[in-house]
């Protein structure tokens, strides 16, 4: 219900996040290229440097996310043009200060691999009652079992009213075929119960259409 599609067998998310580099018009080309697929959902990244990284400690690092930031003005004008396009709108969130800014645009939420355990985000997400997608890249099965019981200790009826998935990913870019591990797709779907998709980060589509074949649905 949450994560079907009305044109392809899985959820089709096209990827924006900051390949804008910050340049904001750049960022309009991609969205609106992305707009223009039979994708059926389009992500951003959205935050704020000052809340990501600590700028006394890794001022190189910070300078680098300061260059690829949005404003606020300027990630919502991005997802009134993916409405205007009759996409539904995706978001990655790293800061949990912006949630609320960005709520009645956002259809679909994600965590990214590096937040699993953020449970300041997630809960908030949670009581938001939206569909919730989470990649699990850098995860254990321990550490994601328990992200959900947490979850399920915030909102019981939430993970099995479908609201839930989690994608199968490596975090590596890019990720060689051989490291995709495509079994794990079944494995997290007999393990967990919830809906399985893959965060593909691979040249060309051969790798996705076999987690396809193997039963992801995002």
């Known amino acids: 219900m949450y994560f079907t599609s009305k044109i392809?067998?899985?959820?089709?998310?096209?990827?924006?996040?900051?390949?804008?580099?910050?340049?904001?018009?750049?960022?309009?080309?991609?969205?609106?290229?992305?707009?223009?697929?039979d994708s059926d959902v389009v992500k951003l990244q959205i935050f704020t440097a000052e809340n990501l990284i600590a700028k006394k400690y890794d001022n190189k690092r910070f300078k680098h996310f300061k260059k690829l930031e949005l404003s606020v003005s300027q990630n919502k004008q991005l997802f009134k043009i993916i409405k205007l396009k009759k996409k539904k709108c995706s978001a990655s969130i790293w800061d949990?200060?912006?949630?609320?800014?960005?709520?009645?645009?956002?259809?679909?939420?994600?965590?990214?691999?590096?937040?699993i355990?953020?449970?300041?985000?997630?809960?908030?997400?949670?009581?938001?009652?939206?569909?919730?997608?989470?990649?699990?890249?850098?995860?254990?099965?321990k550490d994601i079992s328990i992200t959900l019981s947490f979850i399920k200790s915030i909102n019981k009826k939430f993970i099995s009213s479908g609201k839930l998935a989690i994608l199968h990913c490596n975090t590596a870019y890019p990720t060689p075929k051989e490291d995709s591990h495509l079994g794990t797709i079944k494995f997290f779907k007999k393990k967990f119960n919830i809906e399985v998709g893959y965060s593909d980060h691979s040249f060309g589509d051969e790798v996705i259409t076999y987690a396809y074949l193997l039963g992801s649905k995002i």
């Open 117 to 141: 355990h953020n449970f300041e985000i997630i809960k908030k997400v949670i009581l938001l009652n939206k569909p919730l997608i989470i990649s699990t890249g850098l995860s254990t099965i």
């Open 96 to 115: 949990v200060e912006q949630i609320d800014l960005f709520k009645n645009f956002i259809d679909i939420y994600k965590i990214g691999s590096g937040d």
């Open 8 to 37: 392809n067998p899985v959820l089709f998310i096209a990827e924006v996040g900051s390949n804008h580099e910050g340049n904001f018009n750049e960022a309009k080309k991609l969205v609106l290229n992305a707009c223009n697929t």
